[in-house]
């Protein structure tokens, strides 16, 4: 079975660096208008709570059932959301969380094993149900930092999170042959849906 894992098209606040997490902020008209309908076209696309993620799925998979899945959503935050690091630069608490690698506690947010153990849960669950109902793709349009912990937790080759980082509008292709064995998704490559790529 083949997966696809998407990140979604760029929003307003991405364009001037701010931290989104869980804000449900929308698409920006360039990020709309930049993403190009898929060359395939899926039954079913699994997306998260947040619009940005519905907005792309309709641009990418118009004809396609979108079904929600919350505990893709992305990394909360916490009061982080909404600034850039520029404007955080002498806030103690951010200069804390960035001098250990962004991986504690965000203040009233998640840490990274956290969220990173969050999604992988919601996504194995949901790999095990496409596998045992014989699907044979399995669509996702999901976040950054979900697409980054999916990578790192499953993907070979292995590589660390922020790795596996890709920009908005492009996705990662992968196999799942050797998942119910080895919980491992073979990298078969990656895929532009901006039609700049």
Known sequence: MRVDLIRHGETLWQGTGRYQGQTDVPLSEQGRQVLSPALFSPEKVYITALQRTRQTAERLFPQARLVVV???????????????????EEDPSYRAWVEGMCRGQCPG????????????????RLLDWALASEEEQLVLVVHGGTQMAVMEAFAIPSRPYFSWGLPCGQGYVLEAEGWLEHRQLRLLGKRDYTKGG
Do not use: I, K, T, Y
Not at 73 to 85: C, I, K, Q, T, W
């Open 109 to 124: 947010g998640e840490s990274l094993p956290a969220f990173s153990r969050r999604v992988c849960r919601a996504f194995a």
């Open 70 to 88: 919350e505990d893709l959503g992305e990394m909360n935050f916490g009061r982080f959301e909404g600034r850039s690091a520029a404007e955080m």
